[in-house]
């Protein structure tokens, strides 16, 4: 258990809709790294969150987007699903410290699931 | 960040030694080299972590030669619970604009 949290564990929505994935962090972790797993694309990072701020970008569509609260939990938001959409999601976190090595924590994932 | 590159997958027997080689020809300076393993519906985990020589934990070896255009995460006597995807990372510590490149990584099997 790697004291990272994710809710739904499994979501199944129909195209066009929009979903809410929530994450909660290790404690003490001040940073949230949202990834997206699909079969034949390997793990993509999407977007880094630090502090409430958005700290990188990767490669997220303009469809979706997060935010990190003062209690430092995330959500990432999904909105016009399309079926290509169904995958993994995994929220990671870490301490974040400039110049160390910042293990990062995976969450047990939310496997969404678009019909 | 440096472009890493690994075999897509690898096959293996219960008992050997695997030996998983990843290329970083453009390493900078400044970069360490990280490897995450992943079980199936699992989320990845840090494995190792080397700058230069060896380094060995209770799980892995992580051999990087002088050079550091490539390392070899070394996994000893594995079982069927090895069984998993390994990835290669190549970075700076804490960089402050760390997109963080997973790439599709390693499928090792490990065969009864």
């Known amino acids: 258990d790697s004291g990272v949290t994710q809710t739904p564990k499994h979501l199944i929505t129909a195209t066009g809709q929009r979903v809410t994935l929530r994450c909660s962090p290790r404690?003490?972790?001040?940073?949230v790294y949202w990834y997206q797993q699909s079969l034949d694309q390997g793990l993509q990072f999407l977007i880094q969150y630090y502090n409430g701020e958005e700290r990188a970008k990767g490669n997220i569509l303009e469809r979706f987007s997060a935010q990190q609260f003062p209690d430092l939990h995330s959500e990432l938001n999904l909105s016009s699903l399309e079926l290509g959409d169904s995958a993994l999601y995994f929220c990671a976190s870490s301490v974040y410290r400039t110049g160390t090595f910042n293990e990062q924590f995976f969450g047990p994932g939310t496997r969404l699931t678009v019909l | 960040l440096a472009k890493t590159t690994q075999p897509i997958s690898m096959d293996s027997y219960e008992g050997q030694e695997v030996n998983i080689t990843c290329s970083h020809n453009n390493i900078a300076t400044n970069d360490y080299i990280t490897w995450y393993q992943q079980f199936p519906s699992q989320g990845p985990r840090f494995i190792i972590q080397?700058?230069?020589t060896k380094v060995t934990n209770e799980v892995a070896s992580l051999f990087i030669p002088a050079d550091r255009k490539s390392s070899t995460l070394s996994l000893p006597r594995v079982s069927l619970s090895d069984t998993a995807v390994y990835y290669c990372?190549?970075?700076?510590?804490?960089?402050?604009?760390?997109?963080?490149?997973f790439g599709k990584g390693t499928r090792l099997h490990i065969l009864p």
């Open positions: 080397g700058y230069k």
């Open positions: 990372l190549v970075g700076p510590l804490g960089n402050r604009d760390d997109k963080i490149i």
């Open positions: 404690s003490g972790d001040l940073s």
